[in-house]
């Protein structure tokens, strides 16, 4: 797996690959982005299967971040991750035997998390469809209750989920944050999460 920015491009032009053979609903997959997510984009001999955009706060403006709770976009900046456009080509969904025992799609976002992790991240937020925040649950996601949107581009109902570099959660990156240097909890990112919600009703 390799990352880069969109200044590198070969990496973007092989993430540009995957995403339009993968989801053909996005009116125009070329858009440029930002200068400063990091992209990444998995190989099966040499051919582009996966590819992730990840966006810390740090360095600038979210993935949808209009979306997203305010209250955890201030209390977290210096820790906050947003992944986008994970995707993965059908045919490399399965287990391979080049990752024994792990999905490719696993494998990925296991990867780019140990990556951000080493940089400081610890904690992720994710705009996503509905009808996939079962499969985020089981990853460890936890559900922002009353923070459901339309899709602008796709019309879809969407929602956004978090997953803390929390060592007393099991998640399915449990084994990569145990030596994490920096983690948060989920119960500081629920009281995070009561005071947006205590705002919005004094201010609604």
């Known amino acids: 797996m390799l990352s ?13 690959t995957v995403r339009n053979q993968t989801d053909p609903r996005w009116p ?11 992209h990444y984009c998995m190989y099966v001999e040499n051919l582009p299967v996966g590819s992730l955009g990840v966006t810390r706060a740090l360095d600038g ?26 995707r993965i080509l059908d045919a490399y969904r399965q287990t391979s035997s080049r990752v024994p025992g792990i999905s490719l799609s696993r494998h990925m976002v296991r990867e780019a998390w140990r990556e951000q992790i080493s940089r400081g991240a610890a904690l992720d937020i994710i705009n996503i469809e509905s009808t996939h925040v079962r499969l985020y649950q089981r990853m460890g996601y936890v559900l922002c209750e009353g923070y459901n949107s339309m899709d602008p581009e796709l019309g879809t109902p969407s929602c956004i989920m978090l ?3 929390d060592p007393a959660r099991k998640s399915f990156i449990s084994d990569i944050i145990k030596d994490a240097d920096v983690t948060v909890s989920l119960n500081d990112v629920m009281r995070s999460l009561t005071k947006t919600n205590v705002y919005m009703s004094d201010h609604g």
Request: hydrophobic share 35%; proline share 6%; with cysteine.
């Open 4 to 16: 880069g920015k969109i200044s590198d491009k070969t990496i973007y032009n092989d993430v540009l």
């Open 61 to 86: 403006e979210l993935f949808m971040q209009e979306f997203c709770p305010p209250q955890i976009l201030e209390d977290f900046h210096e820790v906050l991750v947003a992944a986008y456009r994970f």
């Open 28 to 38: 125009d997959q070329t858009t440029e982005e930002d200068n400063y997510s990091d």
């Open 163 to 165: 997953l803390p570099v």
